[in-house]
């Protein structure tokens, strides 16, 4: 049986004037990467700032395991356990490699910081070589490896990525998919905004597409790939 962990109901946001996100509804189950797709200015990045609590939305629902957080802060989203990787990255690139990933773990107190930075030094050994290095020094790649391994600090149950292949040599964006995929398995449920459509739909379980704030399409990524609509639209077939 699914389970949900995310229910967006309903969910509109504005730029003053401009109409981001108009009535999006979905649902985000327990252990599945489910990626979101779409154009440039969609709405992609302003959903995910969105459930992550960046931008306060007046109308619609955001329930996360069972509970209406549409009126909490973004910290308190942290604390329960949504951890974005944003557009951009947003490190901090004159602290330390170290420095960065620790920072992820801000809301914690318990003692096993240690062992999770151990987690993902394994996960990415090139981090644990450049761990005194400044983020800022750090190629595109590398730096990617730390905005996810920085959110992998907050432990999340969901985790959200803004696209992550953005900029990056086909190698890496396999190397971070591939990491994507492990962490799914060992039971995160993964949102993932990605131009890249083709890659998208093939590391994802479900997808949606998003054009002009709106939900036009849905369903099981296999069966998207085969869509008429995607194919067309995003595919380039
Ligand atoms: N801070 C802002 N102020 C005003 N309008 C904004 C702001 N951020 C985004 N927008 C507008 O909202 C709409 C959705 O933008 P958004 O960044 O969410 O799209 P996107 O799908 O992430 O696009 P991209 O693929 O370029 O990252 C666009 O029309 C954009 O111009
Ligand atoms: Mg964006």
């Known amino acids: 049986m699914d389970k949900p962990l995310l229910e967006i109901e309903d969910l509109s946001f504005s730029y003053k004037q401009i109409i981001a996100l108009e009535s999006v509804s979905l649902t985000i189950n327990q252990g599945e990467i489910v990626s979101l797709i779409g154009a440039n200015g969609a709405g992609k990045t302003t959903l995910l700032r969105t459930i992550s609590g960046l931008n306060v939305h007046k109308k619609g629902k955001i329930i996360f395991n069972k509970e209406d957080i549409s009126q909490t802060e973004s910290d308190y989203r942290v604390r329960a356990k949504i951890a974005q990787v944003p557009e951009g990255r947003g490190l901090f690139p004159i602290l330390s490699v170290e420095q960065n990933l620790r920072l ?31 983020a800022g020094t750090l190629s595109g790649g590398q730096q990617q490896m730390v905005a996810v391994g920085r959110a992998l600090m907050i432990r999340p149950k969901l985790l959200l990525l803004d696209e992550p292949s953005m900029g990056l040599a086909p190698i890496i964006v396999e190397e971070i998919f591939s990491v994507i995929k492990e962490l799914r398995d060992l039971g995160t449920t993964i949102f993932v905004v990605e131009q890249n459509a083709f890659l998208a739909l093939k590391s994802s379980d479900r997808a949606y597409v998003l054009e002009n704030g709106k939900v036009v399409i849905s369903g099981k990524s296999a069966d998207l790939l085969d869509d008429e609509r995607v194919k067309e639209a995003y595919l380039g077939a």
């Open 104 to 134: 992820g773990a801000y809301t914690r107190n318990d003692n096993e910081i240690e062992k999770d930075l151990e987690f993902i030094y394994n996960k990415f050994p090139i981090l644990q070589e450049k761990k005194d290095e400044y």
